[in-house]
């Protein structure tokens, strides 16, 4: 029997993803586990513990469905643990973890969430989706100030791939982009180095004032700032995959990882994005050979926590900025095509798509929470108004 090949550009596709995903908010976590108290050693423990917990979600989900299933951290979670967790005992920031993680586990069982998502206009739900990328499309030439000579040379590659050979587009910018930095003396190799992640087991206990005033937000913020965007993702891209079982095993992956630091596991918006377009695959149906690749990335991550981000701190942000806006742009051309071609709902998707893409909180939640709510409340009043 021949043996099925595994395309370059789905391979590539999770890399990027996880390149994107890694030195875009592994910062974030640094400082919210430095600000639990965690040391060098339980800060390497919590991404190890999230590695392995994302890398294990992504594969064991997208071989389920068949679907670009991409999990990741709770970056807004992680944000506001840096505030929130100054003062509060590791083992308390654990029980708060894992009171969270019930929550999710709850909202996936009850089938709560998915049953908001699909009140959702499509059109909206893909112009969430554009306003959650589009400030990684002008990522790239926003990026030329920095190093034009590199970020250009990416751009004018991805156009001549799309030419010559779309489906390897991504394989031939990243190689062009690699190629450059590395002749300019940009990569930062010097530091890497090989080490095994060592777990560190923290006991939870349940404070109830920390559960209330950690576990609770982290819980709204993971909801509606993560899952909410990256179920939107899936729903944009064309894939009917239900919602709550997706939940509910990030919800319980988080329960069972919370005490090594695993803080928080979830759907991913922006590097699901990757996975889920055409640069991944041309056939929808094969895409999820990306999710497969990322996760696989996400485990050796959990292994060699240290040695991985040695890795990819090594590429210039510059690189990084272009890769990932280049990445999205047939995602964020689709999603405004879909959002804004029904003439009956593109004022309410072209308010989801401006309060999403202006990534503004407000009490605590993210602009794509409040782009859905905004562009809803416009399409409820649009129809109202017709109605009378």
Do not use: K
């Amino acid at each position: 029997m021949r043996r099925a090949r595994i395309p370059a550009s789905a391979l590539t596709a999770g890399f990027v993803a996880v390149l994107v995903g890694f030195t875009s908010s592994a910062a974030i976590v640094f400082q919210a586990a430095r600000a639990g108290g965690a040391s060098p050693a339980e800060v390497a423990s919590w991404i190890g513990a999230l590695g392995i917990g994302i890398g294990v979600t992504c594969i064991g989900l997208s071989l389920r469905y068949r679907a670009p299933i991409v999990t990741a951290w709770s970056t807004p979670g992680a944000a506001l643990l840096v505030t929130s967790l100054v003062g509060v005992p590791p083992a308390d920031a654990i029980g708060a973890f894992m009171f969270s993680a019930v929550l999710i586990v709850a909202s996936g069982v009850s089938c709560v969430f998915e049953r908001a998502i699909t009140r959702i206009p499509l059109p909206l739900a893909q112009a969430l989706l554009a306003g959650v990328l589009v400030r990684f499309g002008l990522g790239v030439f926003t990026a030329m100030r920095v190093d034009f000579g590199l970020v250009f040379s990416m751009l004018v590659a991805y156009v001549v791939g799309r030419r010559v050979s779309p489906r390897y587009t991504m394989v031939f910018v990243l190689g062009v982009g690699v190629a450059i930095a590395g002749a300019a003396g940009l990569l930062r190799l010097g530091a890497l180095h090989v080490a095994v992640t060592s777990p560190r087991l923290i006991g939870p206990t349940f404070d109830v004032r920390t559960m209330l005033g950690v576990g609770v937000p982290l819980f709204v913020v993971t909801m509606a700032s993560q899952n909410l965007p990256g179920a939107a993702v899936l729903r944009g891209s064309g894939y009917r995959t239900p919602i709550s079982p997706l939940i509910t095993a990030t919800g319980l992956t988080t329960l069972v990882l919370a005490p090594f630091g695993a803080f928080a596991i979830n759907l991913a918006a922006i590097t699901a994005a990757i996975c889920t377009g055409p640069e991944a695959d041309e056939d929808p149906a094969r895409r999820y050979i990306a999710s497969v690749a990322a996760g696989g990335l996400y485990l050796v991550i959990g292994v060699f926590g240290a040695t991985v981000a040695a890795l990819f701190a090594a590429f210039p942000a510059a690189l990084v900025a272009g890769v990932a806006g280049l990445a999205l742009f047939p995602t964020i051309a689709a999603s405004l095509a879909g959002a804004l071609g029904d003439e009956r709902t593109r004022e309410p998707a072209l308010v989801t798509f401006l309060v999403t893409a202006s990534g503004v909180p407000l009490f605590g939640l993210g602009s794509a929470f409040w782009g859905v709510v905004a562009g809803g409340a416009v399409l409820g009043a649009l129809r109202l108004g017709r109605a009378g």
